[in-house]
């Protein structure tokens, strides 16, 4: 089987402080070596014969965290985190059998949830509308949402007990991992990585007969994706950019439009560019 793993950070074994996920922080070493932990377990169970195949597909900041020393040979690693674009989605289309979110966390203003946002630290919460409704999501939503429309279910997260009760709630057939019990912004009962590790691997050892059972997840276009932001440099650089094919509802608002939502997604990539 052939499968994408979105790779993030903060939601992975052990990690409760951004400093410990900012590349050139001080901590950063430690959320590098839980990532990979994370990460090696997931391949493991993934990798079940010589025909299945994993690409790695690097979200966290600049999209260069991943030690590709330590990859299997069945791996893939997409470093760089080129921007989503309807010109450039092959990555994530026909050929895969499901998506794994590993690290995720939860959407901005989730109570107790740790270390949780929406992608940036200024955007405080993002809608979808298609033509079957509305869906309140952070990033773990928006990423299915994106992968539906390829065709891809998501079929497992891993993250903190905010992050996996997010997920749950959105897809409640998907397989959700939690490596940590948040108890707050900053601080979680971590699991020792011996016991993380077991977890993840048997978790992802159900992924092939999970995904069949799955349908993708989308919403049908037109799209609008409204964003709303905090004051700062990013909604400056925003209303300044964005002046025409968006509307701005009151000073921090910004709907965008597209037929999919990686196409109105783009729009806000390219503009914050």
């Known amino acids: 089987m052939k499968w994408m793993i979105r790779v993030d950070m903060e939601g992975v074994t052990g990690v409760v402080d951004m400093k410990q996920v900012v590349p050139g922080a001080d901590e950063y070493a430690f959320g590098q070596a839980m990532m990979m932990h994370d990460l090696l377990a997931v391949i493991e169970g993934l990798l079940q014969s010589e025909q299945d195949e994993v690409w790695l ?28 674009a309807p010109d450039n989605e092959a990555y994530l289309g026909e050929g895969f059998d499901g998506m794994i979110l590993l690290g995720l966390h939860a959407k901005y203003g989730q109570t107790d949830a740790l270390l949780h946002h929406n992608y940036e630290h200024d955007i405080r ?10 869906l309140d999501v952070g990033e773990i939503g928006l990423e299915a949402l994106m992968a539906g429309e390829a065709e891809v279910p998501l079929v497992m997260v891993t993250g903190d007990s905010a992050g996996c009760a997010e997920a ?27 016991v993380t590790a077991r977890l993840l691997k048997e978790s992802a050892g159900r992924c092939a007969e999970v995904a069949p059972k799955l349908a993708p997840f989308k919403l049908t276009g037109p799209i609008e994706l409204e964003l709303a932001f905090t004051a700062g440099a990013l909604l400056s650089k925003l209303q300044e950019r964005l002046r025409t094919d968006a509307r701005w509802i009151g000073a921090d608002r910004l709907v965008l439009f597209g037929d999919t939502v990686i196409e109105a997604w783009h729009q806000y990539l390219r503009a914050k560019s």
């Open 168 to 194: 749950l709630e959105l897809l409640p057939d998907t397989i959700a991992v939690s490596v940590k019990q948040s108890l707050g912004e900053t601080a979680a009962v971590c699991y020792p990585p011996a």
């Open 57 to 84: 597909y690097d979200i966290h900041f600049a999209g260069r965290n991943v030690d590709l020393r330590r990859l299997d040979r069945r791996v893939r690693a997409i470093c760089g985190k080129p921007h989503y």
């Open 125 to 134: 919460q993002i809608v979808v509308r298609g033509r079957e409704g509305s």
